[in-house]
């Protein structure tokens, strides 16, 4: 059974960074794609960055609010993978999960994705 963790949310400044972290177990990450998404409150799942299988050639997709801002990146021996998040703004603050999917390439919608983390709350005041 699949089991996603992600981990390093919290308060921060617009400005500041954050990097978010998702841990895997019963699955090596790198034989997934592996997405962020974010959920912020009243509005619906938004696609945030994704990496593609290892094997598959590990493209990246971000959208384009976070396109320059964000990194998205595999730690193969800690089974992880890792959002780094520069210059946060006020906007960027939801419940951020990350998720995996053996489809090829690197998705962006939530529905090509089958297992979830719980999520963690990235909140960014102004």
């Known amino acids: 059974q699949v089991h996603l963790v992600e981990s390093g949310g919290g308060l921060v400044q617009a400005g500041e960074s954050l990097t978010l972290s998702c841990a895997a177990s019963?699955?090596?990450?790198?034989?997934?794609?592996v997405a962020w998404f974010r959920q912020a409150l009243g509005k619906e799942r938004e696609f945030v960055a994704a990496?593609?299988?290892?094997?598959?050639?590990?493209?990246?997709v971000y959208s384009d609010s976070v396109e320059g801002r964000f990194t998205i990146s595999r730690d193969n021996n800690k089974n992880t993978v890792s959002l780094q998040m520069n210059d946060l703004k006020p906007e960027d603050t939801g419940t951020y999960y990350c998720?995996?999917?053996?489809?090829?390439?690197?998705?962006?919608?939530?529905?090509?994705?089958?297992?979830w983390g719980q999520g963690t709350q990235v909140t960014v005041s102004s």
């Open positions: 990496i593609a299988r290892f094997w598959g050639g590990g493209n990246i």
């Open positions: 998720a995996t999917t053996f489809a090829a390439g690197a998705p962006t919608s939530p529905s090509d994705y089958s297992n």
């Open positions: 019963g699955l090596t990450l790198h034989m997934a794609a």
